[in-house]
């Protein structure tokens, strides 16, 4: 008589799956820290780049003899500055 498949034993692998899926999770959650961590720095360093540009342009603005160029400069700079501003609270509200 042939044997049954049924009789045969199937290893348990339900223990396996749970464990890789907690290394998969364990895993994804240090990329999710390490990718805010990142996304920060980059904010982080782009501000200090526009606070350095801004600081510039109102130097190169303040050396002209002529007042409408240091106008146009400090609402250029103005509005540069709020934008900038509105666009980096922003992303660091996303990257909370």
Not at 75 to 92: G, H, K
């Amino acid at each position: 008589m042939p044997t049954s498949t049924a009789s045969k034993q199937i290893p348990d692998l339900s223990g396996s799956f749970d464990a890789a899926a907690d290394r998969a999770r364990a895993l994804n959650e240090k990329l999710i820290v390490t990718a805010k961590k990142s996304g920060t720095a980059s904010l982080d360093a782009y501000e200090k780049g526009l606070t350095t540009f801004v600081e510039f342009q109102q130097k190169v603005a303040g050396a002209s003899q002529l007042d409408w160029v240091s106008a146009v400069v400090q609402a250029q700079t103005d509005f540069l500055t709020e934008v900038s501003a509105a666009y980096t609270s922003a992303a660091r509200e996303v990257l909370r």
